[in-house]
């Protein structure tokens, strides 16, 4: 089992040899993560170092093992049941509608977006960018093929919420894989983006950020909540997961709450 100390001297390593900072990730999560990469790897403490210290291949390993990649498509059905009722209405008379979705994964809930906004008659005029620290996710991402056997969840998840058609609408059904139809990518950019160091990059009507946040400890879930509130236009949706929240008082102040229960709120002045 890995030392409180010993997590520290990981975090120095990544911090000073690869300019990646875990400073503001939950001790608790990151020592679960090195524990089960040392477990996996048969390595004890020292290895892990060394072969993070002297192998660049082995911490692209490491950071696809430390970030959390779990997610599917519509995820919390009432969520989405909610964005579809609360913001796509509000966003109907804009001309053109930036979406963020931070920490995107391999990609599921960014083309839930899609999909939501083609039915809503707003996909045309919107555009969705995805972002992680991962490039291994965003490589699935970007090709949006996914295993058939979990569209049968995932379809579960849309009638949920009470999609308007058959999620087999939105995908091409390739013997035991699904690939999303072309048609949802036209609009879509994934990327490289940091959480922690990265600043803004544009201007968003929407931002999502759901279940990422419970991973940083409360000063970083600070910095990343404001590093949203500048990135969101005026009167822009934050959407955050089910057991996150703007805990700190000066910024809350800064956001209304549009649907508490589902965390969805709304920049103001």
């Known amino acids: 089992m890995i030392t409180d100390e010993q ?8 911090k000073n040899i690869y300019d990646f900072d875990f400073d503001g990730y939950s001790r608790a999560s990151l020592k679960r993560r090195l524990n089960r990469i040392m477990l996996l790897k048969r390595l004890d403490f020292f290895d892990l170092k060394s072969t993070l210290t002297n192998n660049e291949d ?13 997610t ?4 919390d059905p009432k969520f989405f049941k909610s964005l579809k009722e609360n913001v796509l ?15 995107c994964s391999t990609g599921e809930e960014l083309y839930s977006f899609a999909i939501l906004f083609e039915e809503q008659g707003l996909y045309n005029r919107s555009f969705f960018y995805g972002t992680d620290v991962n490039h291994k996710v965003l ?28 999620l087999a609408n939105h995908y091409v059904a390739q013997y035991d894989a699904a690939s999303i139809s072309r048609h949802l990518k036209k609009n879509v950019l994934f990327s490289m983006h940091n959480l ?14 759901r279940n990422v946040l419970i991973y940083f400890n409360p000063e970083l879930q600070k910095n990343v909540i404001n590093l949203f ?9 934050l959407c955050l997961g089910g057991k996150e929240t ?22 103001i002045n």
Not at 7 to 14: A, P, R, Y
Not at 58 to 70: A, G, L, Q, R
Not at 89 to 103: C, D, E, R
Request: proline letters at 4%.
């Open 246 to 267: 703007i805990r700190d008082p000066l910024l809350a102040k800064k956001f209304k709450a549009v649907d508490k229960k589902n965390n969805i709120y709304q920049k």
């Open 58 to 70: 082995f911490f692209h390993y490491f950071i696809n093992e430390i970030t959390v990649n779990v």
């Open 7 to 14: 997590v520290e001297e990981i975090i120095f390593v990544t």
């Open 229 to 237: 509130y500048e990135s969101l236009a005026n009167f822009g949706f």
């Open 196 to 209: 922690v160091s990265d600043g803004p990059f544009n201007e968003f009507q929407v931002i999502s950020c």
């Open 72 to 75: 599917e498509m519509f995820r």
């Open 139 to 166: 490589e699935t991402a970007k090709e949006g093929i996914y295993d058939l056997q979990k569209m049968k969840h995932y379809s579960e998840n849309y009638l949920a919420l009470g999609g308007g058609k058959s």
């Open 89 to 103: 209405p509000y966003l109907s008379s804009f001309p053109h509608i930036k979406v963020w979705n931070a920490g």
